[in-house]
């Protein structure tokens, strides 16, 4: 499965939580190796096993896959869950190919994902959308 992790951040330093976060949870990872120069950096991150809430979304470009898994997924941490309750907002939002359309202006579809904070990772709500869901994402390089 290729996977695309959207980030908008500068180099982590060896100090948690990184600035970028400003204050909410982000899911804790390793730099395994960087790409490009000193302005303008890409990090192959290490993510630990974690709980993601995930949506999946068929779209024709990842913009609008974003948009609308986006609005679902803000849809649950604002209470459209089991508990009714509202979850805290994490970072970064994460964006994995699924399944690759069969042609340039074919659908693909996405996995659009939200983190859960740390305070959920072991009872996270159920979300009462059922093209929302709770995702065991395993170990892995992105």
Do not use: G, I, L, R
């Given at each position: 499965m290729l996977s695309i992790l959207v980030l908008l951040a500068p180099a982590?330093?060896?100090?948690?939580?990184p600035s970028f976060c400003h204050g909410i949870d982000c899911p804790k990872y390793t730099v395994t190796g960087n790409f490009g120069n000193d302005s303008n950096t890409l990090e192959v991150r290490k993510y630990p096993t974690a709980l993601?809430?995930?949506t999946d979304v068929k779209a024709n470009n990842e913009d609008t896959a974003l948009m609308t898994g986006f609005g679902r997924l803000f849809s649950y941490i604002s209470g459209a869950n089991a508990k009714k309750e509202k979850v805290d907002m994490t970072s970064p939002v994460m964006c994995r190919v699924k399944e690759v359309g069969q042609g340039p202006f074919c659908n693909t579809t996405f996995t659009v994902s939200f983190f859960v904070?740390?305070?959920h990772q072991e009872d996270a709500p159920q979300p009462t959308d059922p093209s929302v869901y709770l995702d065991m994402v395993e170990d892995r390089n992105n």
């Open positions: 982590v330093s060896a100090d948690w939580p993601w809430t995930s904070p740390f305070k």
